[in-house]
Structure formats: structure tokens, C-alpha cells
């Protein structure tokens, strides 16, 4: 079947055009007329289907919470038969009329609606018995009857309703233990300050339970010590075997000197140095600081799944299962309908339509004859399972060195490591110096280590140790509302250095499905036709065939069981038998029964559909780039980015992107291999490009890049890789996050100013002689207050949601096709059986 021309957008809508929030999932877009009231045809058929089925309570439950644009997930086909079989491996172990469970991932899980919605549509489903979702770990864990339960249907059902399911990693997620040490410190820092308050307000040292309460104090302070400061004090240790400095150094300093001075000072039976308060409370703050930090990017992790079950879904010809690891050379196996081939094989069937963008960037169709050669990654789009024999092991395949996820060297920040540096060894400096004075001055030793101790103590960054991660917290759930979600928490550090930015083509900068250019075709036909071309449509892989799809169900036809022969011919087009009736869908001639152009390639633009040899509608598509992608382009290179395209498809498809972009020659390259991508960022500045794809083409360019994102997160390959993803129409999360990234930083140089003129002041104070444990007790929390106000007013609170500064709201395109006109007039057709 044929696939598609590429079209420009034509020109973008005024940057005057306001905004409104999607129906469905709040996120905020500017309306084109093609789904009015929603940023995607995706939301609008969930949208649609909520309210058919009766489920309104999801939008009662999630209030004013925005999720993710669902996007095309709604209308691809995918192939569900490994829950199947894992509900098959569950019931196998059952034994005396049991009950089966079992525990998979969930991708898509957002607010509390998500939650209900998915364990009310898991409940519904006949022989389950109990469904819940744990939303803090993406997992559901579902009991059902045995011999009843039809997992596949119910992974199709959540799918339509722009959720994925995956297979539970072993062990399950990590969760990690900072929430754990968080919990206990703070029961540790209330207890401590609990038994520490009489001795402020006055108890006298005689008090019958004054020892009982210092002891206490100082338990609980220990505790905080041995769970809390204990994470400061390892990181600041490996930090320093590897050369590296960070502000763990001055925070496990700080401690240190407050709890070995508080401990000297309860022995001496001086309270002058009593700081077991002040470690309890300090730790508690820190491991707050650091627990927000984690807490938004884990929310962003947890959207997706943790594995790509397609890969491991391979059947030897007998159809025992095999994983991809297990592929040797001269083994046959069968490769189901939407997946893709494991290693380099050689096809053993007849004929394959295969499907190459998800490896090379061509957005064709390849038509591949029995002996011929089959590339690791092509994607099967035909009717039926593939016969193929391996020509490699899984080891040696381009496919497994594309999926392998790379650990990443981290991203030192050479001045902020410096800063810390100088100033840790300032404050010992200045700390020495001022105990030595009063030592020398008054031949106290006491008065001299209070001096050394206080010093130590105001000196640590508790102010910017607490704001500082709140302010990544403010600024990874700021960008969320706007669709650009955060994996990587050294993405911050990444964003400085970037200079170019290099885009994918196919997916990236152009729409990920095909466009159907006009749509009066598809509304004058008959009912059954409408008909025939649905289930046509319901039953292929091919490109063409999820277009048409797309555009019927968001019209609100549903397909139905009628009796009838599906049958497709790769490369031709796909036939429907309805008794006497028999419909056509494919190529320009084939379709009506004649013999259509000879080639190995789908690359016309059009389609027909023929009832018994007559055409009763002609369909085009094109390849429709993003609608903001211009305005876009324009911002970043006012930002002083440098714009490359790298891309796996053919050079005359390329140049009309580049043209659109205002790009030279220089600034893209076509027909380029994955490791064609990942050597030219290696040769033009590893360490300040970006790379931003979407597809298998684009793994080994992340490898080699500063930072990397996609606009794709349903193919488990990528979205694992990138440092950030973002959804939506256009290309604007990469300009959101960038200025995001700019407006943190000034902000936190803000609050790292005011943080060293408290510490300049505490300082002087302490090297006066005034400080003492109660006034750092107050000051320290009073600190820490101001510098959250100063985050909270340059960033915002949640809940209003502010562009990132001096970022110009880019509006999309108007995306009109020729009969967009009486696609808004036609009314939307009820539900079908």
C-alpha cells in the first residue's frame, strides 16, 4: 500500500491567538479548528468514550490536575498477546480452585481519576475478581477466576483509553530508602525538640527529669545522626575518591562539628555547645530538600513503563516462546504482525511489508520477496506472522546495541565545584583563626571551641540546601503543566553547556502518523462502505491504514463483528468478502482490479477503495510537519542555539524541512545511519549538543550527546534513554525547557546570593562570641524561609502555572486541510455496538 508525500504546515496562527485548556487533559494549546476544545485527536476520542461509557466521575476525581495529550497511543495497533500469556503462566500455578493474581506495570497513571478509571474498567472485566493500583509505583495487581479472564481484551480496552500495560519488572520498581530516612528523621527532629524546649524556656538543671530529658535529647539526636547525616557523609566521601566536590561537603562538615561539639559540651557540662537540637532539625531539612528534589522527577519516571515487552515477545515455528537474547544464527522463528525483526534475518515466507522509519527515519513502506535480506529493527506491518531465519545472535544485532541503555558519565559544574571548594576552605580558615583568637585572648579553650563549632554550624548551606531542591522541584512540576516532563535530575547541569541542537526528521519535526489531506471523501461515503473500510482499516499495521483508523474513530464509528474475509497482500492493499460484496483498499489500480505500478517501495501518495471492482473514493495523505516548528525554530536561534537536522530519510524529503526551517546545506544531512548520527556529534561537540528524536535511528545520538529528549514515549525505547520528554502538537517543550533551565538558574544564583550574606553575617556573629545553640535554632529555620520566598516568587507556586521568562508563547499552525470545514459541521455519530 502506499504511504505519503511530505506537506508543509501552512503559515502559523498570530501570536495574539489565546489559549484555552484541553477537555480532556487540561494541557493548554491554541485551537486550529481541527479538534475544537482538544490539543489532539487522541484526547478527543478518550474525551468521547468517557462519556459514552458513563465514567464522567474520572474529570469529578481529577479536578483541576492536568495529564499527558494522549496523543495517536489510542489508535496504533499493538500486539497484547504476551499479557495473555502471562495471565497463562499464573494460572498454571494455581491448583485447588485458587484464585490467579498477578502484578503489571501501568503507563499513564497521572492523578487519582487515572487510579479509578483503570481499576473500575480492570474490574468490569469478566472473571476478575479484584483490581488496585498502587498510583506511587505505576503497578496494579489483579485476582481473577481461572480460566475466565480475557487479559488481551482488557489491555486493549485500557490502551483506548491511553493507558499501557508492561510487565512488572522483578523485584518490582525501586523505591529507594530517602523517603524511609525522611520519615524517621522527622519522629527523630520532633523528639529531640520535644525534650530540648524546657532547657530554652527556663528548666532548671535540678529539674527531677532534666538528666532523663538531656539523655533523650541526645538519643534522638544520634538516631538523626546515624540515619540522616550518614547519607551526607557517604556522598561527601565518594565524592571526594572520585575528585568531585560537592555541597554535601559543607553540610557533613556542619554536622559533624554539632554533633562532636555537643557531645564534647554534654560531658564537659557546658550547654554552651549543646547543638543535638540543631542536628536533628538540620538533617531533617537536608533530607527534605533532597526528597523534593527526587520526588518530581520519579513522578515523570513512573509515567512510563520500565521495559519494552515487544522485544521478548518471539515465537519459535512450533510457537514456543523465545526472548530476543536466546536468537542464535540459522534459528527460524515467527515474528507476530507489528513487531520488530530482533536480528538481521532472512526471509522465509513468501512476502513482508515492512516498516522502516522506527530504524532508518524513511517513512516508506519496504515490500520484501521470500530469500531476501531482512534489516534488524524493520517493523512487520503485514496481516500475518513472519517466517524468518537469523543470520546473527542478538548480541551482534544493530537492533541490540540501539535498545542497550548506555550509563551516562555525570555532569560536573567545574564553577560550582570550585565555589564549594574555595568557600569550605574559607569558612576552616576563618573557623581556626577565630577559635585560636579567643584561645589566645582570654586562655579559654572553651570559649575558643564554641567560637570553632558556631562558626561550622551558621556556615552550613541550610538556606540553599532546602531551596535550592525546591526550586527543581517548582520547576520540573512547572514545565509537567506545560507537557515537558524531566528524568534525568542532572538535566540542569546538561542545559548550560548546549549550543547545538540537532533534530530528527520523521516523528520529530513532522507529525508521527500520516495526514489524511482530505477529508470530504471519508464524510460522503455511504454507511457501508464507512463500514468496510473500518474493519479494512481495523485489521492492518500499515501506515495508511492507522491514518484512516484514526480519522473514523474520532468520528465516534466504532467497528463491527459482521461476518466477512479479511484478506491483505503486502505491498497491494487489503480485501473484504461480505457475501456476495467483496471491497478493496489499496493502491491506485489494484484496487479496482488492475495490475498497480511495479515497485519495492510504498511511496505514492494516495489510495483507492473499490466495492466489486468500482472505486467509490480516493483517498491522499501527506507527511505534515509540526505546526509550530518555524516560529519555533526562529526562538532558539534568537536564544543563540545553532539548528541541525540528522536524519535516516531520503535528501528531497529533507531539503523541504530545512527549506521550512531557514536552514543552509551545512545545517542537515539525510540517508544517514544510526552511526552516522552518533559520529557526526561526536566529530561537530559532544559536550554542547542536544539531540532530540524519536525513533531506534536516534539511540546511539543520545549515547553520544550532552542531553537528549523525544516527543515519544509509547515504543519503550527512547523515553528510557532521554533526559526529558515532552508531549503535545508541536516542538515547544525543547524551547520551554531550555528557558526554563535559565530562569532556574537565576534563581538559584539569587538564592545562593542571599545565602552567603547570612552566612557572612552569622559568621561575624559567631566569631563575636554571641552565638549559641537558641539563636542558631532560630535563625536557622528563618533562613531557610526567606530563601523559599525568594524561589516561590521567582518561579511560582503550584497551581499557576507561569511561561518560563521571556519566552514568547509560540502559537500552532493552522492546520487546515482542504474540507476542514465540513469536518466541523459534521456531527459527531453516537457509539456503535
Given at each position: 500500500?502506499?504511504?505519503?508525500?511530505?506537506?508543509?504546515?501552512?503559515?502559523?496562527?498570530?501570536?495574539?491567538?489565546?489559549?484555552?485548556?484541553?477537555?480532556?487533559?487540561?494541557?493548554?494549546?491554541?485551537?486550529?479548528?481541527?479538534?475544537?476544545?482538544?490539543c489532539c485527536a487522541g484526547c478527543e476520542f478518550v474525551f468521547h468514550l468517557i462519556r459514552d461509557k458513563g465514567l464522567d466521575r474520572f474529570y469529578e476525581l481529577r479536578g483541576r490536575e492536568r495529564s499527558a495529550p494522549v496523543k495517536p497511543l489510542v489508535f496504533r495497533?499493538?500486539?497484547?498477546?504476551?499479557?495473555?500469556?502471562?495471565?497463562?503462566?499464573?494460572?498454571?500455578?494455581?491448583?485447588?480452585?485458587?484464585?490467579?493474581?498477578?502484578?503489571?506495570?501501568?503507563?499513564?497513571?497521572?492523578?487519582?481519576?487515572?487510579?479509578?478509571?483503570?481499576?473500575?474498567?480492570?474490574?468490569?472485566?469478566?472473571?476478575?475478581?479484584?483490581?488496585?493500583?498502587?498510583?506511587?509505583?505505576?503497578?496494579?495487581?489483579?485476582?481473577?477466576?481461572?480460566?475466565?479472564?480475557?487479559?488481551?481484551?482488557?489491555?486493549?480496552?485500557?490502551?483506548?483509553?491511553?493507558?499501557?500495560?508492561?510487565?512488572?519488572?522483578?523485584?518490582?520498581?525501586?523505591?529507594?530508602?530517602?523517603?524511609?530516612?525522611?520519615?524517621?528523621?522527622?519522629?527523630?527532629?520532633?523528639?529531640?525538640?520535644?525534650?530540648?524546649?524546657?532547657?530554652?524556656?527556663?528548666?532548671?538543671?535540678?529539674?527531677?527529669?532534666?538528666?532523663?530529658?538531656?539523655?533523650?535529647?541526645?538519643?534522638?539526636?544520634?538516631?538523626?545522626?546515624?540515619?540522616?547525616?550518614?547519607?551526607?557523609?557517604?556522598?561527601?566521601?565518594?565524592?571526594?575518591?572520585?575528585?568531585?566536590?560537592?555541597?554535601?561537603?559543607?553540610?557533613?562538615?556542619?554536622?559533624?562539628?554539632?554533633?562532636?561539639?555537643?557531645?564534647?559540651?554534654?560531658?564537659?557540662?557546658?550547654?554552651?555547645?549543646?547543638?543535638?537540637?540543631?542536628?536533628?532539625?538540620?538533617?531533617?531539612?537536608?533530607?527534605?530538600?533532597?526528597?523534593?528534589?527526587?520526588?518530581?522527577?520519579?513522578?515523570?519516571?513512573?509515567?512510563?513503563?520500565?521495559?519494552?515487552?515487544?522485544?521478548?515477545?518471539?515465537?519459535?515455528?512450533?510457537?514456543?516462546?523465545?526472548?530476543?537474547?536466546?536468537?542464535?544464527?540459522?534459528?527460524?522463528?515467527?515474528?507476530?504482525?507489528?513487531?520488530?525483526?530482533?536480528?538481521?534475518?532472512?526471509?522465509?515466507?513468501?512476502?513482508?511489508?515492512?516498516?522502516?522509519?522506527?530504524?532508518?527515519?524513511?517513512?516508506?513502506?519496504?515490500?520484501?520477496?521470500?530469500?531476501?535480506?531482512?534489516?534488524?529493527?524493520?517493523?512487520?506491518?503485514?496481516?500475518?506472522?513472519?517466517?524468518?531465519?537469523?543470520?546473527?545472535?542478538?548480541?551482534?544485532?544493530?537492533?541490540?546495541?540501539?535498545?542497550?541503555?548506555?550509563?551516562?558519565?555525570?555532569?560536573?559544574?567545574?564553577?560550582?565545584?570550585?565555589?564549594?571548594?574555595?568557600?569550605?576552605?574559607?569558612?576552616?580558615?576563618?573557623?581556626?583563626?577565630?577559635?585560636?583568637?579567643?584561645?589566645?585572648?582570654?586562655?579559654?579553650?572553651?570559649?575558643?571551641?564554641?567560637?570553632?563549632?558556631?562558626?561550622?554550624?551558621?556556615?552550613?548551606?541550610?538556606?540553599?540546601?532546602?531551596?535550592?531542591?525546591?526550586?527543581?522541584?517548582?520547576?520540573?512540576?512547572?514545565?509537567?503543566?506545560?507537557?515537558?516532563?524531566?528524568?534525568?535530575?542532572?538535566?540542569?547541569?546538561?542545559?548550560?553547556?548546549?549550543?547545538?541542537?540537532?533534530?530528527?526528521?520523521?516523528?520529530?519535526?513532522?507529525?508521527?502518523?500520516?495526514?489524511?489531506?482530505?477529508?470530504?471523501?471519508?464524510?460522503?461515503?455511504?454507511?457501508?462502505?464507512?463500514?468496510?473500510?473500518?474493519?479494512?482499516?481495523?485489521?492492518?499495521?500499515?501506515?495508511?491504514?492507522?491514518?484512516?483508523?484514526?480519522?473514523?474513530?474520532?468520528?465516534?464509528?466504532?467497528?463491527?463483528?459482521?461476518?466477512?474475509?479479511?484478506?491483505?497482500?503486502?505491498?497491494?492493499?487489503?480485501?473484504?468478502?461480505?457475501?456476495?460484496?467483496?471491497?478493496?483498499?489499496?493502491?491506485?489500480?489494484?484496487?479496482?482490479?488492475?495490475?498497480?505500478?511495479?515497485?519495492?517501495?510504498?511511496?505514492?501518495?494516495?489510495?483507492?477503495?473499490?466495492?466489486?471492482?468500482?472505486?467509490?473514493?480516493?483517498?491522499?495523505?501527506?507527511?505534515?510537519?509540526?505546526?509550530?516548528?518555524?516560529?519555533?525554530?526562529?526562538?532558539?536561534?534568537?536564544?543563540?542555539?545553532?539548528?541541525?537536522?540528522?536524519?535516516?530519510?531520503?535528501?528531497?524529503?529533507?531539503?523541504?524541512?530545512?527549506?521550512?526551517?531557514?536552514?543552509?546545506?551545512?545545517?542537515?544531512?539525510?540517508?544517514?545511519?544510526?552511526?552516522?548520527?552518533?559520529?557526526?556529534?561526536?566529530?561537530?561537540?559532544?559536550?554542547?549538543?542536544?539531540?532530540?528524536?524519536?525513533?531506534?535511528?536516534?539511540?546511539?545520538?543520545?549515547?553520544?550527546?550532552?542531553?537528549?529528549?523525544?516527543?515519544?514515549?509509547?515504543?519503550?525505547?527512547?523515553?528510557?534513554?532521554?533526559?526529558?520528554?515532552?508531549?503535545?502538537?508541536?516542538?515547544?517543550?525543547?524551547?520551554?525547557?531550555?528557558?526554563?533551565?535559565?530562569?532556574?538558574?537565576?534563581?538559584?544564583?539569587?538564592?545562593?546570593?542571599?545565602?552567603?550574606?547570612?552566612?557572612?553575617?552569622?559568621?561575624?556573629?559567631?566569631?563575636?562570641?554571641?552565638?549559641n545553640p537558641l539563636v542558631a535554632a532560630i535563625v536557622m529555620p528563618l533562613s531557610s524561609l526567606a530563601s523559599l520566598a525568594i524561589v516561590v516568587a521567582g518561579i511560582g507556586l503550584p497551581g499557576r502555572p507561569q511561561p518560563p521568562p521571556a519566552a514568547i508563547l509560540?502559537?500552532?499552525?493552522?492546520?487546515?486541510?482542504?474540507?476542514?470545514?465540513?469536518?466541523?459541521?459534521?456531527?459527531?455519530?453516537?457509539?456503535?455496538?
Amino acid at each position: 500500500m502506499p504511504v505519503a508525500e511530505l506537506s508543509e504546515s501552512p503559515a502559523p496562527a498570530s501570536r495574539g491567538a489565546s489559549e484555552m485548556p484541553c477537555r480532556h487533559c487540561g494541557t493548554p494549546f491554541r485551537p486550529t479548528g481541527d479538534h475544537d476544545g482538544f490539543c489532539c485527536a487522541g484526547c478527543e476520542f478518550v474525551f468521547h468514550l468517557i462519556r459514552d461509557k458513563g465514567l464522567d466521575r474520572f474529570y469529578e476525581l481529577r479536578g483541576r490536575e492536568r495529564s499527558a495529550p494522549v496523543k495517536p497511543l489510542v489508535f496504533r495497533r499493538r500486539d497484547w498477546s504476551w499479557v495473555q500469556d502471562m495471565v497463562r503462566k499464573a494460572e498454571s500455578g494455581v491448583v485447588g480452585g485458587a484464585v490467579a493474581s498477578t502484578e503489571m506495570e501501568v503507563q499513564g497513571i497521572s492523578c487519582i481519576g487515572c487510579v479509578w478509571l483503570i481499576e473500575r474498567l480492570m474490574r468490569r472485566a469478566p472473571g476478575v475478581l479484584e483490581a488496585r493500583v498502587h498510583p506511587a509505583l505505576g503497578l496494579a495487581r489483579i485476582r481473577w477466576q481461572p480460566g475466565c479472564f480475557n487479559a488481551e481484551a482488557l489491555a486493549s480496552e485500557l490502551q483506548s483509553f491511553g493507558y499501557l500495560l508492561g510487565p512488572a519488572r522483578a523485584g518490582g520498581r525501586p523505591t529507594g530508602g530517602l523517603g524511609l530516612r525522611l520519615g524517621l528523621c522527622c519522629a527523630f527532629a520532633l523528639n529531640t525538640m520535644l525534650f530540648t524546649m524546657p532547657r530554652y524556656l527556663g528548666m532548671r538543671p535540678d529539674f527531677e527529669f532534666a538528666g532523663l530529658f538531656g539523655w533523650l535529647a541526645a538519643a534522638f539526636s544520634c538516631l538523626s545522626f546515624a540515619v540522616g547525616g550518614s547519607h551526607f557523609i557517604s556522598r561527601s566521601l565518594n565524592g571526594l575518591r572520585q575528585g568531585v566536590i560537592h555541597i554535601d561537603l559543607p553540610i557533613s562538615l556542619g554536622l559533624i562539628a554539632a554533633f562532636a561539639g555537643s557531645w564534647a559540651s554534654w560531658f564537659l557540662g557546658r550547654e554552651s555547645l549543646l547543638y543535638f537540637d540543631f542536628v536533628s532539625v538540620f538533617v531533617f531539612l537536608m533530607l527534605l530538600g533532597r526528597w523534593l528534589q527526587e520526588k518530581a522527577i520519579g513522578e515523570n519516571r513512573r509515567l512510563l513503563l520500565s521495559s519494552n515487552p515487544a522485544l521478548a515477545n518471539l515465537r519459535l515455528a512450533d510457537g514456543t516462546p523465545v526472548s530476543a537474547a536466546d536468537v542464535s544464527p540459522d534459528l527460524e522463528y515467527l515474528l507476530s504482525p507489528g513487531e520488530p525483526v530482533p536480528v538481521r534475518s532472512r526471509l522465509v515466507s513468501e512476502s513482508a511489508a515492512l516498516a522502516m522509519d522506527w530504524i532508518s527515519g524513511e517513512a516508506d513502506v519496504r515490500n520484501v520477496a521470500v530469500g531476501q535480506v531482512v534489516p534488524s529493527g524493520a517493523v512487520n506491518v503485514g496481516p500475518s506472522a513472519l517466517y524468518l531465519r537469523a543470520m546473527e545472535a542478538w548480541a551482534s544485532s544493530a537492533l541490540a546495541s540501539l535498545v542497550q541503555v548506555t550509563p551516562r558519565d555525570a555532569v560536573r559544574y567545574v564553577p560550582l565545584e570550585r565555589f564549594i571548594r574555595g568557600y569550605t576552605v574559607a569558612v576552616l580558615i576563618v573557623a581556626t583563626i577565630g577559635m585560636a583568637w579567643w584561645c589566645w585572648s582570654t586562655g579559654n579553650m572553651t570559649i575558643g571551641l564554641q567560637v570553632f563549632i558556631s562558626v561550622l554550624v551558621v556556615s552550613c548551606p541550610c538556606a540553599s540546601g532546602v531551596a535550592l531542591p525546591l526550586l527543581d522541584e517548582l520547576a520540573v512540576s512547572g514545565l509537567r503543566r506545560f507537557g515537558v516532563f524531566i528524568r534525568n535530575s542532572a538535566i540542569w547541569a546538561r542545559l548550560r553547556g548546549i549550543h547545538t541542537i540537532a533534530f530528527d526528521k520523521t516523528g520529530t519535526l513532522t507529525e508521527e502518523n500520516l495526514q489524511l489531506s482530505d477529508t470530504l471523501p471519508l464524510l460522503a461515503l455511504e454507511p457501508e462502505a464507512r463500514e468496510a473500510l473500518l474493519r479494512m482499516a481495523s485489521e492492518s499495521w500499515h501506515p495508511i491504514c492507522d491514518c484512516l483508523r484514526r480519522e473514523l474513530l474520532t468520528r465516534g464509528y466504532r467497528p463491527t463483528a459482521a461476518a466477512g474475509e479479511i484478506d491483505e497482500t503486502p505491498g497491494k492493499g487489503i480485501t473484504l468478502r461480505a457475501g456476495s460484496v467483496m471491497w478493496r483498499l489499496g493502491r491506485p489500480g489494484w484496487a479496482e482490479g488492475g495490475t498497480p505500478p511495479s515497485d519495492t517501495t510504498d511511496s505514492v501518495t494516495g489510495c483507492d477503495l473499490a466495492r466489486d471492482g468500482r472505486v467509490v473514493a480516493s483517498f491522499r495523505f501527506h507527511e505534515s510537519i509540526r505546526e509550530d516548528v518555524a516560529e519555533e525554530a526562529e526562538v532558539l536561534r534568537s536564544l543563540g542555539h545553532r539548528l541541525v537536522v540528522l536524519s535516516g530519510d531520503r535528501t528531497e524529503r529533507l531539503r523541504a524541512v530545512a527549506g521550512r526551517l531557514g536552514m543552509g546545506d551545512s545545517d542537515w544531512k539525510g540517508e544517514m545511519t544510526p552511526e552516522d548520527k552518533a559520529a557526526w556529534i561526536r566529530k561537530n561537540g559532544p559536550d554542547d549538543t542536544m539531540m532530540v528524536g524519536d525513533g531506534a535511528n536516534d539511540s546511539l545520538a543520545f549515547d553520544s550527546s550532552r542531553c537528549c529528549g523525544t516527543p515519544v514515549i509509547d515504543r519503550g525505547l527512547l523515553e528510557r534513554k532521554a533526559d526529558f520528554y515532552y508531549l503535545g502538537r508541536g516542538v515547544s517543550g525543547v524551547r520551554l525547557l531550555i528557558e526554563m533551565g535559565h530562569r532556574r538558574d537565576r534563581i538559584a544564583r539569587a538564592v545562593i546570593g542571599f545565602a552567603t550574606a547570612y552566612n557572612l553575617v552569622m559568621v561575624a556573629i559567631s566569631l563575636s562570641g554571641h552565638m549559641n545553640p537558641l539563636v542558631a535554632a532560630i535563625v536557622m529555620p528563618l533562613s531557610s524561609l526567606a530563601s523559599l520566598a525568594i524561589v516561590v516568587a521567582g518561579i511560582g507556586l503550584p497551581g499557576r502555572p507561569q511561561p518560563p521568562p521571556a519566552a514568547i508563547l509560540v502559537p500552532p499552525a493552522q492546520n487546515l486541510v482542504e474540507g476542514s470545514a465540513a469536518m466541523r459541521e459534521c456531527p459527531r455519530v453516537p457509539e456503535r455496538a
